[in-house]
């Protein structure tokens, strides 16, 4: 069965970190692409950053460019995502994509995770 499963989202004070995961099974990420996106109360889902499958080539938006950190180990068959200095605008439920190419946009993207809640407040 394919599936894609986020994990490491929580309540955390404004300034603060957390690591997202984002575990395959049922398929190799190696071959994929994976996006991070992001989606608020009443407001369209949006990408957060991506990273490529040949030279994991990243991407961010300038939202959290300097603040946030893509990587993936493909020995452990998972995708991270490091963010740090964390705003109360970066609320929002966090989702993982895996697809061909790198896109910051949802559309192109084959597998989706179920999504984990990050919350920044104090």
């Known amino acids: 069965q394919v599936q894609l499963v986020e994990s490491g989202g929580g309540l955390v004070q404004p300034g603060g970190s957390l690591r997202l995961s984002c575990a395959a099974s049922?398929?190799?990420?190696?071959?994929?692409?994976i996006g991070w996106f992001r989606q608020a109360p009443g407001k369209e889902r949006e990408g957060v950053s991506c990273?490529?499958?040949?030279?994991?080539?990243?991407y961010y938006a300038d939202s959290v460019k300097g603040r946030f950190t893509i990587s993936r180990d493909n020995a452990k068959n998972t995708v991270y995502l490091q963010m740090n200095s964390l705003k109360s605008e970066d609320t929002a439920v966090y989702y993982c994509?895996?697809?061909?190419?790198?896109?910051?946009?949802?559309?192109?993207?084959?597998?989706w995770g179920q999504g984990t809640q990050v919350t920044v407040s104090s």
């Open positions: 994509a895996a697809g061909p190419i790198p896109l910051q946009r949802p559309l192109g993207y084959n597998y």
């Open positions: 049922g398929f190799t990420l190696d071959y994929y692409a």
């Open positions: 990273i490529s499958s040949s030279d994991a080539s990243t």
